[in-house]
């Protein structure tokens, strides 16, 4: 390969063009995608920011995929995207320090979102005019239905007026030149006033600054209104794509949901990206929140269906692989193999994802090995065979078909992490770790990155960098360095975490020593109790878990280091967490040696309290070895 397999891959700083080079279309795109107001929910590196900027006229413009005409045909309306902006925030905070009352933080932090938002649209205007040029006053053509420079002209004077702009002239440029003079303005006037006593801010400071007060909505329409008066078409509908808004203050958060209620329908609509869990309360009690189908659509960038999951990680890397030479052709599975111990939840989802493939000869004896192996130092197993008549002296059958074949399967990933960490066996010799191979794979690949295509470009580029490509598919202790070096990346980072968050969620706890002690009750359960089919490895996080531990499982959250099983009741995320089941990420799954399948729950309380005393084995761990040298390929991954 004459370059690494995946580029650096962060949307926020890669050009229109570049992002809907490799872009691939979700069911999540879809439900975003419609002419209607939406709120797209997702953690950091979930693909918030490409699907919005794919949702922008650039994006549209550059965008020549299989699915891109079919698209472009049906969106109905321009879409505008607007990056945030943390000096929306910062600026309200250096006021309040200052001394200024929360009235004046508020109208200056305003304006300068207001101006971004009227800058994103100047800038689009500004490009639909060079796209589509007006006739000059000397062109005489009869059937030319385009309108002169005359009406652009009073066009843009109106739409000045509107704005309370004074451009050097009437043109677009100007336009788009005025507004970022207004943003100097805004910062210049907000740090005199933070400089003087808020005695000395009076109504000349007001008087001065006409912008302040100006409303979002109603400027954007009624300038967007009379632009595409002037080009007959007064029924065109635009889009403000609003990216990482969680960074905004929560006044301004509370003013962007509300307006999505009087929004639908009308000139402008709202695509919203914001982290899962935001500030306790993202509505004034006397402002009606949006509802769910009325008022918005929200979609969430997680996947329950891990069907779903696969089938966008496999077109990812199908959008990325057919340029090098010596993957190009290849399918996933033929480059990264299949898992002897495959994901396997349900019967009916591990036939979607065609995990019912016969295992080889070899990873048969593999799995027959564990089994006996456990069987020979762990009474409650055998009981567990007695039970289910599993005679291990007998080929062990695992296809829907066999006998006891779903039972085995499902099994088979706990039997294996069991007989690793158990402990030796008298007169045997410990057997190969199961790690490698419940790892690797195509279908443990796919499961690890839970759709999060950031995640999934980082563990590819890390297995590919020193694979040899001739030689297919790549070996389970390349594929296996490569996943550990990723997730241990990210437990790192997890661990680096702040305790606190959008200036609402704070917390004493430290966010990894949480999800360590969740992921060690589950690897107890499932290495030093008696053997069950079905041990614990989700959680609910009840009414006897303080306030701290909720928050820092918020932040974990707005991470992706946990995954809930529901869909947020509210617009906007989650407001509380209390009653609602989760599981860790399956890329921390590596760091805390658990399976990933789904399963039984258990009270968060009772794993952050256990009883006293509880009967224990001890168990013998071999760590397998992590690569401590190496800069990280994917800058700003995680």
Same mark, same amino acid.
């Given at each position: 390969m004459s370059q690494g397999f995946l580029e650096p891959f962060n949307a926020k700083a890669m050009s229109f063009a570049d992002v809907a080079r490799t872009f691939v279309p979700s069911t999540k795109? @879809?439900?975003?995608?419609?002419?209607? /107001?939406?709120?797209?929910?997702?953690?950091?590196?979930?693909? *918030?920011?490409?699907?919005?900027?794919?949702?922008?006229?650039?994006?549209?413009?550059?965008?020549? +995929?299989?699915? @891109?005409?079919?698209?472009k045909s049906t969106?109905?309306?321009?879409?505008?995207?607007?990056?945030?902006?943390?000096?929306?925030?910062?600026?309200?905070?250096?006021?309040?320090?200052?001394?200024?009352?929360?009235?004046?933080? %508020?109208?200056?932090?305003?304006?300068?979102?207001?101006?971004?938002?009227?800058?994103?649209?100047?800038?689009?205007?500004?490009?639909?005019?060079?796209l589509n040029p007006v006739r000059r006053s000397n062109d005489v053509v009869d059937d030319d239905l385009r309108p002169t420079q005359a009406a652009l002209e009073a066009a843009i004077k109106s739409i000045a007026t509107l704005w309370r702009l004074k451009p050097i002239s009437l043109s677009p440029a100007s336009l788009v030149e005025a507004l970022r003079l207004r943003l100097l303005d805004i910062k210049s006037q907000a740090h005199m006033c933070a400089s003087l006593g808020p005695e000395v801010v009076g109504e000349a400071v007001f008087r001065s600054c006409d912008y302040l007060g100006l409303d979002m909505l109603e400027a954007t329409s009624q300038g967007l209104q009379t632009f595409d008066t002037m080009y007959g078409r007064p029924d065109h509908r635009w889009c403000l794509?609003?990216?990482?808004?969680?960074?905004?203050?929560?006044?301004?958060q509370q003013t962007v949901l509300a307006s999505m209620r009087a929004s639908g329908g009308q000139k402008?609509?709202?695509?919203?990206?914001?982290?899962?869990?935001?500030?306790?309360?993202?509505?004034?009690?006397?402002?009606?929140?949006?509802?769910?189908?009325?008022?918005?659509?929200?979609?969430?960038?997680?996947? @329950?269906?891990?069907?779903?999951?696969?089938?966008?990680?496999?077109?990812?890397?199908?959008?990325?692989?057919?340029?090098?030479?010596?993957?190009?052709?290849?399918?996933?599975? /033929?480059?990264?193999?299949?898992?002897?111990?495959?994901?396997?939840d349900e019967g009916e989802e591990a036939e979607q994802l065609g995990l019912f493939a016969r295992a080889t000869r070899t990873a048969t004896k593999q799995i027959t090995d564990h089994f006996v192996s456990l069987s020979e130092k762990d009474a409650s197993f055998v009981r567990f065979l007695e039970r289910k008549n599993i005679d291990l002296t007998q080929e062990l059958g695992m296809?829907?078909?066999?006998?006891?074949?779903?039972?085995?399967?499902?099994?088979?990933?706990?039997?294996?992490?069991? /007989?690793?960490?158990?402990g030796r066996s008298e007169g045997r010799k410990r057997g190969v770790k199961?790690?490698?191979?419940?790892?690797?794979?195509?279908?443990?690949?796919?499961? %690890?990155?839970?759709?999060?295509?950031?995640?999934? %470009?980082?563990? %590819?580029?890390?297995?590919?960098?020193h694979a040899d490509l001739k030689q297919l598919p790549v070996p389970v202790p390349r594929q296996t360095e490569g996943v550990l070096w990723n997730c241990q990346r990210y437990s790192e980072m997890l661990q680096s975490l702040a305790c606190e968050q959008f200036h609402s969620i704070k917390t004493s706890a430290s966010v990894f020593h949480v999800l360590e002690k969740i992921g060690d009750y589950f690897h107890d359960r499932l290495v030093t109790a008696d053997f069950v089919e079905d041990p614990p490895l989700s959680f609910i996080v009840d009414n006897d878990v303080d306030d701290d531990v909720e928050n820092a499982l918020r $932040?974990?959250?707005?991470?992706?280091?946990?995954?809930?099983?529901?869909?947020?009741?509210?617009?906007? +995320?989650?407001?509380?967490?209390?009653?609602?089941?989760?599981?860790?990420?399956?890329?921390? @799954?590596?760091?805390?040696?658990?399976?990933?399948?789904?399963? *039984?729950?258990?009270?968060?309380?009772? $794993?952050?309290?256990?009883?006293?005393?509880?009967?224990? $084995?001890?168990?013998?761990?071999?760590?397998?070895p992590l690569e401590q040298s190496g800069a990280w390929m994917q800058d700003g991954l995680f």
């Open positions: 795109f @879809a439900l975003l995608a419609g002419p209607w /107001n939406s709120v797209l929910v997702g953690p950091r590196g979930g693909g *918030k920011t490409t699907l919005l900027k794919m949702l922008s006229a650039e994006g549209q413009a550059a965008w020549n +995929g299989p699915q @891109a005409d079919e698209v969106l109905g309306y321009t879409g505008v995207y607007v990056p945030s902006d943390i000096a929306w925030g910062t600026m309200l905070e250096s006021l309040q320090r200052s001394g200024q009352n929360e009235r004046v933080g %508020i109208l200056f932090s305003q304006a300068a979102f207001v101006t971004h938002v009227l800058l994103a649209v100047a800038s689009g205007i500004e490009r639909h005019v060079l794509l609003l990216d990482e808004f969680e960074v905004a203050p929560m006044h301004l402008l609509l709202l695509k919203v990206a914001l982290a899962p869990c935001g500030p306790d309360v993202l509505y004034q009690r006397d402002v009606a929140a949006p509802s769910h189908l009325n008022d918005v659509r929200q979609v969430e960038l997680w996947y @329950a269906d891990k069907a779903e999951a696969s089938e966008f990680c496999k077109n990812v890397f199908l959008s990325r692989s057919q340029s090098y030479v010596g993957l190009s052709g290849e399918t996933p599975s /033929n480059v990264f193999g299949t898992s002897a111990y495959s994901v396997v296809q829907p078909s066999d006998l006891n074949g779903n039972t085995l399967r499902k099994v088979a990933p706990l039997v294996a992490f069991r /007989n690793a960490y158990r199961p790690f490698n191979a419940t790892y690797a794979g195509w279908e443990s690949l796919s499961a %690890i990155s839970e759709g999060n295509p950031r995640w999934l %470009i980082g563990l %590819i580029t890390r297995i590919l960098a $932040i974990a959250m707005n991470h992706g280091a946990i995954v809930c099983f529901e869909s947020p009741s509210t617009v906007g +995320g989650y407001q509380s967490l209390r009653g609602k089941r989760f599981r860790l990420t399956y890329l921390l @799954a590596p760091i805390f040696k658990l399976p990933m399948r789904k399963s *039984k729950s258990v009270s968060l309380s009772a $794993i952050l309290n256990p009883p006293a005393v509880e009967r224990r $084995i001890e168990a013998q761990v071999d760590e397998p």
